[in-house]
């Protein structure tokens, strides 16, 4: 029986979902959707893990036309669940059937329904399909690690129940135990190091920087296709570069003794470094950078302080003067209906992509001097 597999994604960054996909030979592509690739995966469910732009894969069970807005659409989607050979699909897909189960949905659009009893319609039919314990999560109930997670999702008149390929959501990374406030979602970051080219086959080794490292995870979603590139990271607040530092440790191979006893490490085993320094004032020399992925701190959760607080501006120009004549940037832009900022001077826009995060809808743009 052939699975087909769905990677959830941040809405605007599925293209590149796409490619990432089909650049590690992870599947073949059957069709994008609205915060969604379809594809048929290859090889083991676990190597869908490595998937770093996706926020999510799911292994699609059934496909369910004709569920409506009213009540009756339950009754539908419990018998979808009922006539699922769940004991074959888990088995197809190479997932052990114990520990038991959870069911998690979402919905586009206004239902006379919600979404917990479209999780416990579903949920208890798989469940007595499977001979397994059901947890709900009506009520706040909170699910038991280890059980089985499902997901239905309704969009329109159709609903697909799925189980999820991994333990835990993609967007989850292990690594992320320290955060600062307007930290950056880790797709969006891989997504970021993807348009930057870090790694397309045979790209040499780069010089890699992020003047506004926050959390660091830019840089750390940048390791993790360039591991051979020189990856700095500079932040004002000594709370953030100690953030970032304590996550590209947890992010580090063990192999380091220092990595290993969760210490700091002077090397980070070749990941990113983490530096005290003001974006508007950069201790670098002039053309010195390749690569820079830069999320400016002019969000609602952190607003520019230190010299690009008195002009913001400030920031752009020394990313010119440290970028190469052959250097890109990629950076994370809110446009003017969402906060009034300008584009960059000084550049040229390579690339643009609009997604939604957040409820907002920055722009990706690649950059090169202009």
Known sequence: MQTLAVARAVHGIEPLVAAEIERHGLGAVRGLRHREVWFEPAGPPGRLASLRTADDVLLVAAVVDGVG????????????????????????????????????????????????EIEDAVGAELARRLGLAYHSRSGGARPPAGALAWRVTLE?????????????????????????????????????????????????????????????????????????ARLLGFDRDPAAVRA??????????????????RLPCPALCGGPRFSLADAGRLPLARGSVDRVLVNPPWGRQAPPRGLLARDAGR???????????????????????????????????????RISLSGLHPELLVLAPG
Not at 244 to 261: I, L
């Open 156 to 228: 329109g008149d159709r609903a697909v129940i799925a189980l999820r390929a991994g333990a835990r959501p993609l967007h989850r990374r292990a690594y992320k135990t320290a955060s600062v406030p307007g930290t950056l979602h880790p797709p969006v970051a891989a997504a970021m190091a993807r348009l930057a080219g870090l790694d397309a086959p045979g790209a040499p080794g780069r010089v890699v920087l992020d003047p506004c490292a926050g959390a660091g995870t830019v840089l750390i979603e940048a390791a993790a296709r360039a591991p051979e």
């Open 69 to 116: 807005r009213t009540r009756a659409a339950l009754a539908r989607l419990a018998a979808a669940a009922r006539s699922l050979d769940a004991r074959r699909f888990l088995r197809s897909a190479g997932v052990p059937g114990r520990g038991g189960l959870e069911v998690s949905a979402s919905s586009v659009g206004r239902r006379t329904y919600g979404r917990y």
């Open 244 to 261: 970032a530092t304590a996550n590209a440790v947890n992010a580090a191979p063990a192999a380091h003794p220092a990595c290993a006893a």
């Open 315 to 353: 920031l752009w120009r020394e990313v010119r003067r440290v970028l190469a004549p052959d250097g890109l940037a990629v950076a994370l832009v809110h446009g003017a209906a969402d906060t009034g900022t300008e584009a960059p001077a000084g550049f040229l826009v390579v690339r643009a992509m």
